[in-house]
């Protein structure tokens, strides 16, 4: 005699796993197309008026123009244009694009070279500098979806109040409204002096 109730249940239980499954799936693929803001910014940044020690933007086209100077090769100083450094080290054509920036420590000298249409120049030493690589976000690491600037002449003296965070295939969204008051005492104080 066949035990109905054992097949009703094991039938039950498969379809709750499947389901469970499925559910995840779906979930996971909701939380991988999750689109961030990724700041823009112009050829003439400099890297050196972004507070931000890591972040990723997006470039426009044009920043190949020599008008847009470029200190250094791989490593560049933050007195240079990131847009024209990204050009300049092949990550980015003329025709615009994302790029991951990370600043570093400076350097005792810059040595410019041409490449990819750009002449960059050299330069004795500078405090910081940075260096650009394709727009991937490192597992682990929060990107601002906007900038924090130096000073009150750069574009609309943004404050970081939102950022996104990668972790593993998964995105999370942080407010972090404490650090953005911080932030915004520090910017006050700076451009006092």
Request: glycine residues 8%; hydrophobic residues 35%; positive net charge.
């Amino acid at each position: 005699m066949i035990n109905r109730k054992k097949i009703f249940l094991d039938s039950c239980t498969m379809f709750l796993l499947v389901t469970g499954i499925h559910s995840n799936k779906e979930m996971t693929k909701k939380i991988k197309r999750l689109k961030f803001n990724v700041p823009q910014i112009n050829c003439d940044v400099k890297a050196g008026k972004i507070i931000n020690p890591e972040f990723i933007v997006k470039c426009p086209a044009g920043c190949q123009d020599p008008k847009y100077h470029v200190y250094g090769t791989d490593v560049y100083a933050s007195y240079s244009s990131v847009c024209g450094a990204a050009v300049h080290s092949g990550v980015l054509d003329n025709s615009g694009g994302k790029i991951l920036v990370r600043k570093v420590a400076g350097q005792s000298g810059y040595k410019g070279s041409y490449s990819n249409g750009v002449q960059s120049l050299s330069l004795p030493r500078w405090r910081e500098s940075f260096i650009v690589s394709e727009s991937k976000p490192q597992k682990g690491v929060t990107y601002p979806s906007a900038l924090t600037y130096s000073s009150s002449k750069s574009p609309a003296g943004k404050l970081v109040n939102r950022q996104y965070c990668v972790l593993g295939d998964s995105v999370e969204i942080n407010i972090l409204t404490g650090q953005a008051a911080l932030g915004i005492f520090n910017l006050s104080l700076a451009n006092q002096y």
